[in-house]
């Protein structure tokens, strides 16, 4: 099993920064890649950005290319969302997920943490 925790959310001012983390447990050798969604209220949950679990390659939204990078430390199992220059438009809850080797989806999710940001 998988078990996903993410932390660090908050309600910040419009251009502040937080970082989001995502504490993994459980086999995390049979990680593909790890990404982080969002929802917004009233919306569907979107991709934001993701990272290959053994490697760095890197995919992000066009809505936060250049302002968030995501990154993690293998060590402690965790992923990683530095998020800069935050926009109201952010405000949504935040998911880390983890896609295992050979699934074609992300098939483990974390509970969420809140990110609002006001203007």
């Known amino acids: 099993q998988v078990q996903l925790v993410e932390s660090g959310g908050g309600s910040v001012q419009a251009g502040a920064t937080l970082r989001l983390s995502c504490a993994a447990s459980?086999?995390?050798?049979?990680?593909?890649?790890m990404g982080w969604f969002r929802q917004a209220p009233g919306k569907g949950r979107e991709f934001v950005a993701a990272?290959?679990?053994?490697?760095?390659?890197?995919s992000y939204a066009d809505s936060v290319k250049g302002r968030f990078t995501i990154f993690k430390d293998n060590a402690e199992n965790t992923a990683y969302l530095q998020m800069n220059s935050l926009k109201p438009e952010d405000t949504a809850i935040y998911y880390c997920?983890?896609?295992?080797?050979?699934?074609?989806?992300?098939?483990?999710w974390g509970q969420g943490t809140q990110v609002t940001v006001s203007s």
């Open positions: 990272i290959v679990w053994n490697g760095s390659t890197t």
């Open positions: 997920a983890v896609r295992t080797i050979l699934s074609g989806y992300y098939n483990y």
């Open positions: 459980g086999r995390t050798f049979k990680y593909q890649s």
